[in-house]
């Protein structure tokens, strides 16, 4: 799969994600389920600029490298989050899916 096609996407993603840490009431709710509340405001703004980190990345490779491990991070403790409060694996999929897609763009980032 080609690299700025899934960078691109995960940017995107990050940056819709992120906002909407901000304006939806769904995902206020979420973050008290998982504990977070106090820290919604900040990951939001975190995956904000990783967003735009990542496309800002597509040219600056060290800024992709860096973001990329970032959101390895960020995803890696999501899944341990969900884990901890017991969620179903349906919930769980789509930080397994988007920490595989920030491993393959660290990974194509170091290497290549």
């Known amino acids: 799969m080609n690299l700025t096609i899934v960078t691109v996407f995960t940017a995107i993603s990050f940056i819709v994600y992120g906002y909407s ?14 504990g977070y509340n106090n820290q919604r405001k900040l990951v939001g703004s975190l995956q904000l600029l990783g967003g735009v980190g990542l496309l800002i990345g597509l040219k600056i ?8 491990f970032c959101f390895i991070m960020m995803m890696t403790s ?11 694996i349906v919930d769980v999929l789509p930080a397994i899916t988007y920490l595989f897609l920030s491993i393959m763009i660290f990974y194509n980032s170091l290497f290549f």
């Open 21 to 34: 840490s901000f304006i939806s009431r769904r995902m206020k709710s979420e973050y008290a389920r998982w």
């Open 61 to 68: 490779d060290i800024l992709l490298l860096l973001t990329s």
């Open 78 to 88: 999501a899944i341990l989050i969900r884990i901890k409060i017991k969620d179903n």
